[in-house]
């Protein structure tokens, strides 16, 4: 079984901040990237996804994707209470169309 | 993106008994995949459900314990079998409605309670 590491957390911010979240993988040949959010009793929600090194922006959601060190970051922006949710980093298996594996996710927490 | 239901929602069974969940979709999709995700946990992927052919499981998942239909495009089952305590969980459907990003979306889940 391939592995996808987080921290668990609890990462706390003020509202307002920047949130980094962070995820390591272990097979190099993932091609695809996500981040799901989870809140309390809900199930994952597809939030972001990249596939290319770089930057990836949509609204306060930015991912961050460096495949030389098998990295996936993502940064949320304007950090607001309701954001406050466990979020999932998932990678596929190789190349195509895999199953997914998930990290043990990290619970983020924006203080008001 | 896709609509998912499950059903049920959530159950409480009895330890030996068998349950079976329900994974409906409102799109024709050609793969879609059960998760179980226990306590505190993440998600660990049971098997991957394509239409017209056998579900391919996971180690540490087994056909007598966990077998799976997939009818057709928009419906799969997933039967917890001789159920344990160790069974408590959320099982989770989800499908990629092959757009070719390969995203995942996933239905509400159904949570089981094995007592």
């Known amino acids: 079984q391939k592995e996808v590491e987080q921290n668990s957390g609890p990462l706390s911010v003020p509202e307002g901040a920047i949130a980094s979240l962070n995820c390591t993988y272990s097979d190099r040949g993932s091609q695809s990237f996500f981040w799901y959010r989870q809140y309390s009793g809900k199930s994952p929600e597809l939030i972001m996804s990249?596939?290319?090194?770089g930057d990836k922006e949509d609204g306060r959601f930015t991912a961050q994707l460096n495949k030389a060190s098998q990295y996936v970051s993502l940064l949320i922006r304007d950090s607001q209470p309701s954001d406050s949710a466990t979020y999932l980093c998932?990678?596929?298996?190789?190349?195509?169309?895999?199953?997914?594996?998930f990290g043990k996710g990290t619970r983020l927490s924006v203080i008001a | 993106s896709a609509v998912i239901s499950q059903k049920p929602s959530r159950d409480i069974c009895q330890r030996g008994t068998s349950l079976t969940i329900q994974c409906q979709v409102d799109s024709q999709v050609t793969m879609m995949f059960w998760y179980r995700q226990q306590p505190g946990q993440s998600l660990t992927l049971i098997a991957t459900a394509n239409q017209g052919s056998e579900a391919t499981y996971e180690s540490g998942f087994v056909i007598d314990k966990f077998p799976i239909s997939r009818p057709n495009l928009t419906f799969s089952t997933l039967t917890v079998s001789n159920m344990s305590p160790e069974d408590s969980s959320i099982y989770l459907c989800?499908?990629?409605?092959?757009?070719?990003?390969?995203?995942?979306?996933f239905g509400p889940g159904t949570r089981l309670t094995v007592t």
């Open positions: 998932a990678v596929n298996r190789g190349s195509g169309n895999t199953p997914l594996v």
């Open positions: 990249i596939y290319s090194n």
């Open positions: 989800s499908v990629d409605p092959g757009t070719g990003t390969y995203e995942q979306y």
